[in-house]
């Protein structure tokens, strides 16, 4: 068990018209080669209460982090994909990640994974590169054999 110890902020209302961010876990996250500050949000319709999907921000400045892990990561239910809904999730947590003194962001995604390269371009992200991921992380772990980066 680690010894850090973190002050997680309060996030504060993040929603738009239809809709929030509703945090269901705060942790330091170990199960990887560093141990990240985790917010953990479940995304949600603000008229039917229905969840969409989730956002985790992670904090920290670590090779692996910004290399392979990135600082926001993101699922749509696969029957609510296609709305936007991870790219107005992102925007919502941008301003928590500048709280922390997150500046640039990082986000990393499959390059088969259409979907989220086109709600990062969607949201102004910079492409960086792609990456080969080396077998000791845990994204190679995961199955991921490369990594987009994006920069926002």
């Known amino acids: 068990m680690s010894n850090i110890v973190f002050n997680f ?3 504060g209302d ?3 018209n239809e809709l929030s961010l509703h ?3 705060t942790e330091l996250d170990d199960s990887g080669d560093e141990i990240l500050p985790t917010y953990r949000f479940w995304m ?3 008229h039917l209460k229905t969840r969409l999907g989730f956002i985790n921000l992670r904090i920290g400045y670590g090779a692996n982090l910004i290399l392979y892990r990135g600082h ?3 699922g749509v239910e696969a ?8 790219a107005r999730a992102c925007r919502l947590i941008l301003p ?3 709280r922390h003194g997150i500046d640039p962001v990082w986000i990393t995604c499959n390059p088969d994974n259409i979907a989220s390269r086109k709600t990062l371009e969607r949201l102004g992200a910079e492409y960086v590169e792609t990456l080969v991921v080396p077998e000791d992380t845990e994204a190679y772990w995961a199955g991921a054999r490369n990594k987009c980066r994006y920069r926002l």
């Open 14 to 16: 993040l929603a738009d």
């Open 44 to 46: 949600l319709d603000n």
């Open 96 to 98: 928590l990640a500048r």
């Open 72 to 74: 926001i990561g993101y």
């Open 23 to 25: 945090v269901h876990l």
């Open 79 to 86: 029957e609510h994909q296609g709305h936007g809904y991870a």
């Open 9 to 11: 902020l309060d996030p």
